[in-house]
């Protein structure tokens, strides 16, 4: 438990605690660099697997699946974003690769935000108001 925190952000810290474990045994797919530095930034010390390698989509998700058996998919929460996540989850699905896209999910709906770039900010700020 958080000492101190109202329960909305108690919540979002939990929820962010259960993800940074289950990290641990399953990987988190991300679009680039930048979103693996941010999510590295939080404590996630897990397999992030970046997408934007220069291969196709396909060549990407068909490596994945080769690889293991569930994955973490967090995209972007804009529209390219969103259109992304929703093209991976087939290909994978078809595959045979389990998705996880709750926490995408709910980040988008606890944040205000639109990019994974910008998740270590928010959380910030949310724990900045409980001091």
Same mark, same amino acid.
């Given at each position: 438990?958080?000492?101190?925190?109202?329960?909305?952000?108690?919540?979002?810290?939990?929820?962010?605690?259960?993800?940074?474990?289950?990290?641990?045994?399953?990987?988190?797919?991300?679009?680039?660099?930048n979103?693996i530095?941010?999510?590295?930034?939080?404590?996630f010390?897990?397999t992030?697997? *970046? $997408? !934007?390698?220069?291969?196709?989509?396909? %060549?990407?998700?068909?490596? /994945?699946? #080769?690889?293991?058996?569930?994955v973490i998919?967090?995209?972007?929460?804009?529209?390219?974003?969103?259109?992304?996540c929703?093209?991976?989850?087939?290909?994978?699905?078809?595959?045979?690769?389990?998705?996880d896209?709750?926490?995408?999910?709910?980040?988008?709906?606890?944040? *205000? $935000? !639109?990019?994974?770039?910008e998740?270590? %900010?928010?959380?910030?700020? /949310?724990? #900045?108001?409980?001091?």
């Amino acid at each position: 438990m958080y000492i101190g925190m109202v329960p909305r952000q108690q919540k979002i810290m939990e929820f962010f605690s259960r993800y940074i474990m289950k990290n641990l045994t399953v990987p988190i797919v991300v679009e680039g660099r930048n979103d693996i530095r941010s999510l590295r930034s939080m404590n996630f010390k897990g397999t992030i697997i *970046q $997408i !934007n390698q220069g291969k196709t989509l396909v %060549a990407v998700a068909e490596e /994945i699946s #080769s690889r293991y058996r569930e994955v973490i998919i967090l995209t972007d929460f804009d529209k390219k974003g969103m259109e992304l996540c929703s093209r991976l989850v087939m290909i994978l699905n078809g595959h045979g690769t389990k998705v996880d896209s709750e926490f995408s999910r709910y980040i988008r709906r606890n944040l *205000q $935000i !639109n990019t994974v770039e910008e998740i270590p %900010a928010a959380i910030r700020k /949310i724990n #900045s108001t409980t001091s």
